[in-house]
């Protein structure tokens, strides 16, 4: 990721840890969460802003990577270590991440294209790259 991208997302998650899980800009009325995965070749903590559609107790993101060639780096810390931190406006927990298969995923993958249509667009710039929908459930409660 370049400087000027992870400068930017810093920015987001200051402005969402400040204002209570609120950010503005081009995220005006975008549900986000901030993502906390270990690094897969660092085994740092690494935070991620990722919009998230809400599923019973469940989180749902999409590794659409803006429909990049490539799956996004949380979607890789995620397969080599799949507990990670979720921060959801002012509520923090953990949780375990899957991948969502089959007729569920098609479900989810719905569902985010009638809150979020845009993400068709990621889809076709991704080409033969499907979009990951991975499900993120608490571990703490």
Same mark, same amino acid.
């Given at each position: 990721? &370049?400087?000027?991208r992870l400068q930017m997302n810093q ?6 840890? &400040?204002? =209570?899980?609120?950010?503005? *800009?081009?995220?005006? *009325?975008?549900?986000? +969460? +901030? +993502?906390?995965? #270990?690094?897969? !070749?660092? *085994? @740092?903590?690494?935070?991620?802003? %990722? ?21 996004? =780096? ?11 931190? %979720?921060? %959801? =406006? ?13 007729? @569920?995923? @098609? !479900?989810?993958?719905?569902?985010? +294209?009638? #809150? ?12 033969? !790259?499907?979009?990951?929908? %991975? ?7």
């Amino acid at each position: 990721m &370049s400087a000027e991208r992870l400068q930017m997302n810093q920015a987001v998650i200051d402005e969402f840890r &400040s204002a =209570g899980g609120v950010v503005g *800009g081009d995220y005006t *009325g975008t549900p986000l +969460l +901030l +993502l906390t995965t #270990t690094g897969a !070749r660092s *085994g @740092e903590p690494r935070t991620m802003p %990722v919009m998230y559609l809400a599923d019973g107790e469940r989180l749902v993101v999409f590794a659409a990577n803006g429909g990049r060639p490539h799956h996004p =780096g949380w979607y890789h810390n995620l397969l080599a270590a799949p507990t990670a931190h %979720v921060e %959801v =406006g002012t509520d923090a927990y953990a949780v375990t991440a899957s991948e969502a298969e089959g007729a @569920e995923r @098609e !479900r989810l993958w719905s569902r985010q +294209l009638t #809150t979020a249509p845009y993400f068709a667009g990621f889809q076709d710039r991704a080409g033969k !790259r499907r979009i990951p929908v %991975v499900v993120l459930t608490r571990t703490d409660a």
